[in-house]
């Protein structure tokens, strides 16, 4: 052994490449032993603050944070699922990055990546597609209204004329005096402005907008009374309108005031550190007979919380502390009683199949299938050669009460609404679906409604009417479900369920939707998840991020906490 050492020791003497191999051999060594004590000590970059959240094509923007490195490498920055190529980067330091917004961003959420890992996520929002309010003009003083239409009927078009309105309508409304039981009619205060409801862009109300003039049709739930316009600027003064009410003066009475709870718990989550869950939480939505859906509280804090159909939250799943959290919110939401006094025989065919609200709402979307071939042919062999839109609405009423059979429970699996035409028997959300797309498929603008119904010992349970609509009168109310004789634990008992509820409804009704919500997700490649057969009409109500493993959660029915 020692004649062996000696040989080696010997050689490496005696050869300069037995030496010189030995020290690369070394360097080498040592070389790796310092990058992989350098991966194991780098962290993950951190975004502190993106500024400006909001920002359009060729502007840019600055995200401040820390382990980001000192020069971008093959390091990136990642929106909306793209990543920015390095032609757009003005500067990159370890705690700074300075990037020009691309065309074609998308809104969506922002990452910085490193060979150490990826950050959590922050929001961006590509200010293109975002209203900018005006720059302000010293001679742009509050809206004046010189003239307006004097009288109009529900749903036709008035003009009103003046001065600085704005070039564009922006958040500007015009409002018109509420039909409800406790407004008076002589009611021309505009500081009281919960006695008026504005045109409804839901509805396609607003047709021209300019500094002078403006077009809009007269909303549903208005009444004879004052008009105003009310802008960033302030507010104009009232002007009167009549409501023709030829096809019936219609009653909303019976305010109630409820305290509504939203609640979903996400739980037994598996995911590594990039993980994150996006909830989409139904909100209340207002209409005439639903005319104010207050947010009150909630917890967390949202992602975005003035989105009009849903409150967005998001959540890293490994901050989720205990492995459960719950997210919640509370509305305060007035809900009236509806009664028609509609004229069947004033109810004339559609004129108007140009408007935007006819159009939307007698075509095939996602949830109605008016297009069907079972359902077309349904409905031609019901309405028969009936030219009026109320007759047309009321035969195919009664012909789903006369025959099909209602199921008690909610059903469940792989199912379709179109089982109710082929098997004669489907439940509340099967009713309410394909009335609505015979209606559709009849030419009558018709939209499902999803939501709860109170009962009068305050529980709430998930159902589904429908709304349609005839010209020159406005939004009609069928909850064919509870006209066909769903057990229902109503405030005040309605002797006729299958009269009352074609055309009427009472104010235990709380909508969560109106029509289909077709909902995008925030990145590419991400999971979803869709609950058929709930309170609201939307396509996605989790998305998950692709490194979640796996999560639990749980949806409840929306709960009442206080009745008013």
Request: net charge positive; proline share 5%.
């Amino acid at each position: 052994m020692k004649h062996q050492e000696k040989k080696s020791a010997n050689i490496f003497r005696r050869s300069p490449f037995a030496r010189t191999v030995l020290y690369v051999s070394i360097l080498a060594v040592i070389f790796c032993l310092t990058v992989l004590i350098g991966k194991t000590t780098r962290h993950k970059p951190e975004i502190y603050s993106v500024t400006p959240q909001i920002a359009s094509p060729g502007e840019t923007i600055i995200i401040k944070g820390s382990n980001f490195g000192s020069s971008k490498g093959t390091s990136y920055v990642e929106i909306s699922g793209s990543k920015i190529t390095g032609s757009f980067f003005k500067y990159w330091h370890d705690n700074e990055i300075s990037l020009v917004i691309p065309d074609e961003t998308k809104d969506g959420l922002l990452f910085v990546g490193t060979s150490a890992g990826k950050s959590q996520p922050a929001f961006f929002a590509n200010g293109k597609g975002i209203p900018v309010a005006l720059r302000s003009d010293p001679l742009v003083t509050i809206p004046v209204i010189n003239s307006i239409t004097e009288s109009a009927a529900i749903g036709n078009e008035i003009i009103i004329k003046g001065k600085n309105f704005g070039s564009t309508r922006g958040n500007s409304k015009v409002y018109f005096l509420a039909n409800r039981d406790d407004v008076n009619p002589e009611q021309t205060n505009s500081s009281s402005i919960e006695n008026f409801i504005a045109a409804n862009e839901d509805d396609f109300d607003y047709i021209f907008w300019s500094d002078d003039e403006i077009h809009v049709y007269v909303p549903d739930g208005a009444a004879s009374g004052s008009v105003f316009v009310k802008t960033d600027k302030g507010t104009s003064g009232s002007r009167h309108i009549t409501i023709k009410t030829d096809t019936g003066k219609r009653v909303y009475s019976n305010k109630r005031t409820y305290v509504v709870q939203v609640t979903a718990d996400i739980s037994n989550t598996s995911a590594d550190q990039d993980s994150f869950i996006t909830l989409y939480m139904p909100r209340p939505q207002t209409s005439s007979m639903q005319p104010s859906a207050t947010l009150n509280e909630y917890f967390p804090e949202p992602l975005i919380k003035n989105d009009s159909k849903n409150i967005i939250y998001q959540k890293s799943l490994n901050t989720i502390i205990n492995n459960k959290q719950r997210f919640s919110q509370s509305y305060v939401v007035s809900v009236y009683s509806f009664k028609n006094n509609i004229v069947p025989k004033n109810i004339a065919p559609y004129k108007d199949k140009k408007r935007f609200l006819y159009t939307t709402c007698t075509n095939a979307d996602s949830c109605v299938p008016s297009s069907n071939e079972a359902v077309t042919e349904l409905a031609g062999e019901i309405i028969g050669k009936e030219k009026n839109p109320y007759n047309q609405a009321k035969l195919i009423y009664n012909y789903m009460i006369e025959h099909f059979q209602l199921e008690k429970r909610v059903r469940s699996g792989n199912i379709s609404v179109l089982d109710l035409i082929a098997k004669k028997s489907g439940d509340a959300y099967d009713f309410t679906i394909v009335y609505a797309a015979l209606c559709r498929a009849s030419g009558i603008p018709a939209v499902p409604m999803g939501g709860i119904l109170v009962e009068n010992n305050s529980t709430a349970v998930s159902h589904w009417w429908c709304e349609i609509y005839f010209e020159n009168y406005g939004w009609f109310p069928v909850d064919i479900a509870l006209g066909k004789g769903l057990s229902f634990n109503a405030f005040t008992p309605v002797e006729n369920p299958k009269e009352y509820y074609f055309g009427n409804l009472d104010s235990q009704h709380i909508a969560f939707s109106r029509g289909w919500n077709q909902i995008k997700t925030s990145l590419l490649n991400t999971k979803t998840v869709y609950r058929p057969r709930t309170y609201a009409l939307q396509s996605i109500w989790e998305e998950s991020s692709n490194s979640t493993s796996s999560y639990s959660s749980l949806w409840n029915t929306p709960a009442i906490i206080g009745i008013y």
